[in-house]
């Protein structure tokens, strides 16, 4: 990466969601997507078992929309997501089966993006914009 100025970012040292209702937020990390936190005092969940971020990026909320509901603005009976986030999976249509099975509310389910990306769409409970993906182009790289 291009070092500009003095600050010269290398890399997404980290990412995650500031939670107000830690059993929600639990409910869906750890036991909907499985993810193997370490738990701290107070209830800090870490880990540092998954593979870094491969894009980090300033989506405008009309782009995101347009993905989730086919239209450039975002519905007013929907919170507006303050950030996205994504999780790249084998199978997008069996993880929405199960994450629709577990309560959660699909935006979009397992549509193929212009650039070939398949993706399903939820909000989290901390009203993150949610992403199961298959991503063809970054699994290439690897």
């Known amino acids: 990466m291009e070092r500009i100025g003095n600050i010269g970012i290398v890399f997404i040292a980290g990412f995650g ?6 059993e929600a937020s639990r409910k869906l990390y750890c036991d909907s997507l499985g993810i193997p936190f370490k738990e701290e005092s107070g209830g800090y969940l ?16 009309s782009h995101a929309a347009q993905s989730c509901f086919g239209r450039q603005s975002w519905p007013d009976d929907i919170p507006v997501p303050q950030a996205w986030l994504e999780f790249d999976v084998d199978d997008v249509e069996q993880a929405t089966a199960e994450l629709e099975a577990r309560g959660y509310r699909m935006l979009v389910k ?27 182009g970054m699994r290439e790289k690897k």
């Open 17 to 22: 969601p500031i939670v107000r209702d830690a």
């Open 46 to 61: 870490h880990t540092e078992a998954l593979a870094g971020a491969n894009s980090f990026a300033l989506w405008p909320l």
């Open 110 to 136: 397992s549509r193929l993006e212009p650039w070939g990306q398949t993706v399903s769409r939820f909000l989290s409970p901390e009203g993150l914009l949610v992403g199961i993906t298959f991503t063809p």
